[in-house]
T-cell receptor
Framework: AQSVSQHNHHVILSEAASLELGCNYS??????LFWYVQYPGQHLQLLLK??????LVKGIKGFEAEFIKSKFSFNLRKPSVQWSDTAEYFC??????????FGAGTILRVKS | KAGVTQTPRYLIKTRGQQVTLSCSPI?????VSWYQQTPGQGLQFLFE???????NKGNFPGRFSGRQFSNSRSEMNVSTLELGDSALYLC??????????????FGEGSRLTVL
């Protein structure tokens, strides 16, 4: 069965610090990979996605993620975080249809 | 363009009762998926409907069921409620082209509390 592991449950950063959130998945076939974000009081929304092609994908608000197939990883990065990036971040994988398998989530708090 | 709309937003039930949650997808989206979100288990897939047919199902007991109507609106039902069913139930819609992109648009959820 597919599974997704996110390395950190809570991350606290100061503004302007760099961010990297780890995500590893287990599935032997072709997968689509996603990062979703849930800002306080808001619904889940797509941050970025990888289906194929360039393994470095760029999303909204300056976020990017790199797919490393050999490591089954899809880490999320941002060079300089802002207070408004405070949110919970979910990595997800899907191999069929619209069934997504989500990681446990990482709560990011950015101190101003 | 209106987003995914879920009703009711909050509800409280007692053990043994049943509950029906409703979801209206984004206009033009034909796929509707349901997820359960709890602090302990995180986000778990319940089922997906496309063109009124269940296309995929997660590992939940038969007390959890759903359906989709011809206008793509969907309902999910939980019968014989248990305390552990307390959760945020999220609906997500997708264009769900043949390629199955898996890109979902989520609603704000229905928060169910079972007493």
């Amino acid at each position: 069965a597919q599974s997704v592991s996110q390395h950190n449950h809570h991350v606290i950063l100061s503004e302007a610090a760099s961010l990297e959130l780890g995500c590893n998945y287990s599935y032997g076939g072709t997968v689509n990979l996603f990062w979703y974000v849930q800002y306080p009081g808001q619904h889940l929304q797509l941050l970025l996605k990888y289906f194929s092609g360039d393994p470095l994908v760029k999303g909204i608000k300056g976020f990017e993620a790199e797919f490393i197939k050999s490591k089954f990883s899809f880490n999320l990065r941002k060079p300089s975080v802002q207070w408004s990036d405070t949110a919970e971040y979910f990595c997800a994988v899907n191999a069929y249809g619209n069934k997504l398998v989500f990681g446990a989530g990482t709560i990011l708090r950015v101190k101003s | 363009k209106a987003g995914v709309t879920q009703t009711p937003r909050y509800l409280i039930k007692t053990r043994g009762q049943q509950v029906t949650l409703s979801c209206s997808p984004i206009s033009g989206h034909r796929s509707v998926s349901w997820y359960q979100q709890t602090p302990g288990q995180g986000l778990q897939f319940l089922f997906e409907y496309f063109s009124e047919t269940q296309r995929n199902k997660g590992n939940f007991p038969g007390r959890f069921s759903g359906r989709q109507f011809s206008n793509s609106r969907s309902e999910m039902n939980v019968s014989t409620l248990e305390l552990g069913d307390s959760a945020l139930y999220l609906c997500a819609s997708s264009l769900a082209a043949q390629g199955n992109t898996g890109e979902l648009f989520f609603g704000e959820g229905s928060r169910l509390t079972v007493l």
